[in-house]
């Protein structure tokens, strides 16, 4: 089992793991492992895992890859994607590794460098070792500590100063694999001043053994600048997916973050935002709709480290059958951080008796010029809407549709690049009429011919 | 048309009606007066099928058949339509997205194609002058942030909208203003014909001057207790509910 394993696998590849990396890197591996190794995986007495439970999917044995994959992967055979109304720029992950189609790292025209983490610690060591690393916290996190000391790869992206990256950037992260794997990706993204970057995050696994993904991407913007990242989250039952963004926001610069759960086995997101500079701006939003025994976790950290920033949470959740739903969401506001603005919202739909959620904001303020709201709820769906649309002829599934989807859609609704807009709109839709497939979860088009696994046993969220 | 014979109705094991009978032909109207809390919304919300109401006793029977079993959407497509007393808010369903459901899961239930969009859109723009409802009330949320009195508006333009045979329009007119009160009534009886029929619920005489009942009843404690014509709400507005109640002690 993973629980008792992870300590021999690491000693056996801990050559592996360190193989290639600066000195101080191997150093800052190393003392990762050691912090991991303190208490070992979360567990349900921890106050921050009370309400999500690993216990069972870490009584698995899992296969960690430890290379590349070498034989050649037509990408296109088993990926077949086309876009017709979104323009991105595709950047592919397959086992937690960057997968080379052209290059291992590619230089656009604009200066912006997109490819494998790996490379990028040989080819611009300056700019990885000056971000990679320093927005991690490896002495507050298990699962951080653990994906430091196996990250080998991951995603690299820099863009420059006064680069506007017009294309979104989107990064599939691909498992194709016969055994139980467990994947930890490590992504860097750098952005520097007075420039935007959009980013759309997909998982698509290709077999349907069991998976534990535990990714942590860090990202630093400068100052001006805007990075918009968007979560797609549509994974199958036996999938476990635990992910950390850390950003690290300089002044008048935003980061938006946007996750769509609409399947999964248990899904954790972590989103640290630490804003540092006046006028730095955080806003995220998250809508889960989760049903059978799905299990989802938001938790949120937001750091107001100095005067005059402004942070907006907004998650929305329904949630089905035996479902579960967690939220967290931690506001910190140091002494000097003053007129800070900091606003919270979390709203949760229950559909049976059985299906729960749990709330939980958390303010730690400690200037007094500070305007922060928070608001929780949990509920059914309105009895006397229901009551309103059905005495107009509207039946009672089209009625809870019609709720759900007004419910859903104020999440959708402040997406920003309409394509995108409109594609996760369908999806959403077609989510809570139970027509959504995994083909689906990429932003990309499948063809149409997908293959059957990747069709998932679905049922309507009504 | 509808027949309410004996009803005897509770809600958390507390009786509200009692013995009620009422019967409304088509092409009349009726009006329901009565002091607050004596049933009249509870008996708008029985008629529409809202869950939540417990009927002890007697039946309410529509077109010839009875209701009791069928659903809120199996009455409304039935043509019965309720104006609510206090229309619910629905955040981010907009009134043309409801109304293009509603209008088309009643022609579906007619075994009808839905309606086409250009077609439905002539329809919205017809029947919002009916109620000179104010152009971009239609794109925004049902209810949500509407004043009071648009509200009412909106619930009788739904109403021209979906064409009922059994229209029970429960406190409709308060919270107008008098230009609005006028609007309103002038939508009322512009939807009127001989084949359907008005049953409204009201606190003042002045609606009735605008809508001319055939029936006025007065309903206390759970029961019609005095039937009349149009003067009979005269009456009620120049004496109050006073002496109706030491009738019914006597
Ligand atoms: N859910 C409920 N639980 C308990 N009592 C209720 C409930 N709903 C209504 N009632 C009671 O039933 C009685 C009748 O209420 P109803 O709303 O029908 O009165 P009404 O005649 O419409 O009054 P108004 O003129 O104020 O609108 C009132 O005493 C009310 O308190
Ligand atoms: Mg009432």
Redesign the interface.
């Known amino acids: 089992m993973l629980k008792k394993n992870i300590y021999d696998i690491y000693r056996a590849h801990q050559n592996q793991l360190l193989d290639g990396f600066p000195e101080h890197v191997k150093q800052l591996k190393k003392t990762a492992f050691d912090a991991f190794q303190k208490n070992g995986f979360p567990h349900n007495r921890l106050e921050k895992w009370r309400h999500t439970d690993l216990s069972k999917v870490l009584d698995h044995d899992f296969e960690c890859y430890f290379e590349p994959e070498k034989k050649h992967i037509d990408i296109e055979k088993i990926f077949q994607c086309e876009l017709p109304e979104m323009d991105t720029y595709t950047v592919i992950q397959y086992n937690g590794w960057f997968l080379s189609r052209y290059s291992d790292l590619s230089k656009l025209d604009n200066g912006v460098i997109i490819g494998s983490l790996n490379q990028a610690f040989k080819d611009y060591p300056d700019i990885v070792q000056a971000h990679f690393g320093k927005y991690t916290d490896i002495n507050s996190s298990a699962m951080q500590a653990l994906n430091t000391a196996f990250a080998q790869d991951g995603i690299f992206i820099y863009v420059p100063d006064n680069v506007v990256v017009e294309k979104p950037i989107q990064i599939i992260n691909i498992l194709d694999a016969p055994h139980n794997a467990f994947v930890q990706p490590r992504n860097l993204f750098v952005v520097g001043d007075n420039s935007a970057l959009t980013l759309v995050h997909c998982d698509h696994s290709l077999e349907h053994k069991l998976s534990l993904i535990n990714s942590l991407s860090e990202i630093y913007i400068g100052e001006n600048s805007f990075v918009d990242h968007y979560k797609m989250q549509n994974k199958d039952a036996d999938s476990t997916l635990l992910t950390t963004i850390n950003a690290h926001v300089e002044a008048a610069s935003t980061i938006a973050a946007n996750a769509l759960i609409l399947n999964g086995g248990i899904i954790r997101n972590n989103i640290n935002v630490k804003l540092n500079g006046p006028q730095a701006k955080a806003d995220l939003k998250g809508l889960y709709l989760v049903d059978k025994h799905q299990h989802v976790d938001n938790q949120i950290f937001i750091h107001h480290a100095v005067p005059q920033c402004l942070s907006n949470q907004l998650y929305k959740g329904i949630i089905d059958d035996q479902a579960g739903a967690v939220f967290n969401g931690r506001i910190l506001v140091d002494k000097d951080a003053q007129q800070t603005n900091a606003f919270q919202t979390n709203k949760n739909i229950l559909l049976t008796d059985e299906a729960n959620a749990y709330s939980q904001p958390q303010l730690e303020i400690y200037a007094d010029d500070v305007k922060c709201s928070h608001g929780s709820t949990v509920g059914q769906l309105?009895?006397?809407?229901m009551?309103?649309?059905?005495?107009?002829?509207?039946?009672?599934h089209?009625?809870r549709m019609?709720?759900m989807?007004?419910?859903a859609?104020?999440v959708v609704q402040t997406i920003a690049i309409d394509a995108l807009k409109e594609r996760l709109d369908n999806m959403v839709t077609k989510r809570l009429k139970g027509e959504l497939s995994i083909c689906d979860q990429c932003m990309l088009h499948c063809s149409e011919k997908a293959p059957d696994f990747l069709r998932m046993d679905i049922k309507p969220l009504v | 048309m509808l027949t309410i014979k004996n009803l005897e109705v509770s809600i958390d094991d507390k009786v509200i009606l009692k013995k009620f009978n009422l019967e409304v032909k088509p092409g009349e109207v009726h009006a329901i007066m009565g002091p607050n809390g004596s049933g009249k919304s509870t008996l708008a919300n029985v008629i529409?099928?809202?869950?939540g109401y417990e009927v002890l006793q007697g039946d309410i029977s529509y077109k010839g058949k009875s209701i009791l079993e069928d659903?809120?959407?199996e009455?409304?497509?039935e043509g019965i339509?309720?104006g609510?007393q206090y229309?619910?808010?629905?955040?981010?369903?907009s009134i043309t997205?409801?109304?293009k459901?509603?209008v088309n899961?009643?022609r579906k239930?007619k075994g009808l194609e839905p309606m086409p969009a250009a077609e439905f859109l002539t329809l919205l723009k017809e029947k919002k002058k009916i109620v000179e409802m104010h152009a971009t009330l239609a794109s925004r949320?049902?209810n949500q942030g509407f004043s009071g009195g648009e509200k009412k508006k909106n619930e009788i333009f739904?109403m021209a909208v979906?064409q009922p045979e059994l229209a029970i329009l429960d406190e409709t007119d308060s919270g107008l203003d008098i230009d609005a009160l006028r609007i309103v009534a002038n939508g009322i009886n512009s939807l009127k014909n001989k084949d359907n029929a008005t049953v409204v619920i009201t606190h003042y005489q002045r609606l009735l001057d605008y809508i001319v009942p055939d029936f006025v009843h007065v309903l206390f404690d759970g029961r019609i207790v005095k039937t009349g014509g149009k003067e009979l709400a005269l009456e009620l507005e120049e004496k109050g509910y006073d002496w109706i109640k030491e009738e019914v002690e006597m």
């Open positions: 309105d009895p006397d809407a009551f309103y649309l059905r005495s107009r002829g509207i039946c009672e089209s009625a019609l709720l989807y007004a419910f859609s104020e | 529409a099928g809202r869950e659903t809120p959407e009455r409304a497509r339509f309720l609510f229309p619910v808010e629905i955040p981010g369903v997205n409801f109304l459901t509603a899961e009643v239930h949320s049902v739904q979906l």
